[in-house]
């Protein structure tokens, strides 16, 4: 079956600018979370959604937002971007909600996103 | 506070050799610990998932094992490859009630040359 799809690949956005990234996770999945990696400070956990409900919340200032729709598709929006937000966003998938022994997660392949 | 610790930062070997990678917690109550590798811009592919009443598990040539009384683990690659150059991430779950939480190391970069 098809695995966890995440869009766009990459993008460029300028400082003070907004994006929404979109994950489509493994059919039959109900939870998504969501992570930021960068070279410094690794895999850091950003939320995670299952069933239409956040769940699970980093430490991540409010411009971080996400939302789950009712086919689990998620999306993650960063309003007005800084530099440091540079990063590859990676989203996963898994059955039921993260973390639990028997839920395997299945990440995607992530968004590169530049802010210049 | 809950921490998951990796050593070494990174390392270097020779194509067909072994190694061994560590991985020590301070997470609890602990529920489970897995390992992942994460080839370059790639997203982390799942190795290995212990529970507390697990101390080994294998998958082809990775073994990981799990000492929840140290709280350490290793993760112990054979015969390397050069496609097992990547970054190797151990996670630690904390359990608790209402949900899970992640803990993840900052990895092991391994470099497997010819």
């Known amino acids: 079956k098809a695995g966890v799809t995440q869009t766009p690949r990459y993008l460029i956005k300028t400082r003070g600018q907004q994006v929404t990234l979109s994950c489509s996770p493994i059919?039959?999945?109900?939870?998504v979370s969501w992570y930021q990696q960068t070279p410094g400070q690794g895999l850091q956990f950003l939320f995670e959604?299952?069933?239409?409900?956040?769940?699970n919340k980093g430490n991540f200032p409010g411009r971080f937002s996400g939302r789950q729709f009712s086919n689990s598709r998620s999306e993650m929006n960063v309003s007005t971007l800084e530099l440091g937000d540079s990063a590859l966003y990676l989203c996963?998938?898994?059955?039921?909600?993260?973390?639990?022994?028997?839920?395997?997660?299945?990440f995607g392949p992530g968004t590169r996103l530049t802010v210049l | 506070k809950n921490q998951v610790e990796q050593s070494p930062q990174s390392l270097i070997i020779l194509e067909g050799k072994n190694c061994t990678l560590q991985?020590?917690?301070?997470?609890?109550?602990?529920?489970?610990l897995r390992w992942y590798k994460q080839d370059t811009g790639r997203g982390p592919v799942s190795l290995t998932i212990m529970t507390f009443s697990e101390n080994t598990k294998s998958n082809g040539r990775y073994t990981a094992t799990l000492d929840a009384d140290t709280k350490q683990s290793s993760l112990h690659i054979t015969a390397s490859q050069l496609s097992d150059s990547a970054s190797y991430i151990c996670v630690v779950s904390e359990g608790r009630t209402g949900g899970f939480k992640t803990i993840f190391g900052a990895g092991t970069r391994l470099f497997v040359k010819a």
């Open positions: 059919s039959g999945h109900r939870s």
């Open positions: 991985c020590n917690y301070t997470v609890s109550p602990f529920s489970n």
């Open positions: 959604y299952f069933s239409e409900t956040q769940r």
């Open positions: 996963a998938s898994s059955f039921g909600t993260s973390g639990g022994a028997l839920n395997e997660q299945f």
